[in-house]
């Protein structure tokens, strides 16, 4: 479980600025390029990293159920006589809605301090998690669970 968590982390020094610029993107229109441009001249390379915590830790959480949960449910299935296809899509679909329901809270923030890089609304990790849950309680936190487990 710690390699699957740490390969999550690494996963998100790519994902976690790539989002940014999709969320940016979504927010103010623009091309990448433009996007690029005005995050760089506004908040420098370090506003890259807004919301880097919150999507390590959302995608340690996922690879953690994909690659170490799923094999595991998998062989349990399989012990309990069911064939490996079944104990596949049983393992599979199991891990994917744990994960997805798991990850959904850092999802939110993580996407929150994304749309926010100017910091009006959330600041940090923390700041926007408390900010969430007191706007909404865990329903907020776990607002489109159904669509993040569905993607999954």
Request: proline share 2%; hydrophobic share 40%; aromatic share 10%.
């Amino acid at each position: 479980a710690g390699a699957a968590a740490a390969g999550g982390a690494v996963s998100a020094l790519y994902v976690s600025p790539v989002e940014l610029v999709m969320i940016q993107q979504q927010r103010f229109g623009g091309s990448i390029q433009k996007t690029l441009g005005r995050l760089h001249r506004d908040f420098g390379l370090y506003g890259f990293a807004r919301g880097y915590l919150a999507t390590g830790l959302r995608d340690s959480v996922y690879v953690i159920g994909m690659l170490s949960a799923t094999p595991f449910l998998e062989k349990e299935v399989k012990q309990l006589g069911f064939g490996a296809a079944a104990g596949s899509v049983v393992g599979s679909l199991t891990a994917g809605i744990v994960a997805g329901t798991l990850s959904c809270p850092l999802d939110c923030i993580k996407a929150c301090m994304k749309g926010d890089i100017e910091r009006r609304n959330y600041g940090s990790f923390m700041d926007t998690g408390r900010h969430l849950y007191r706007s909404g309680g865990l329903g907020r936190l776990f607002h489109g669970v159904e669509w993040r487990c569905a993607n999954l």
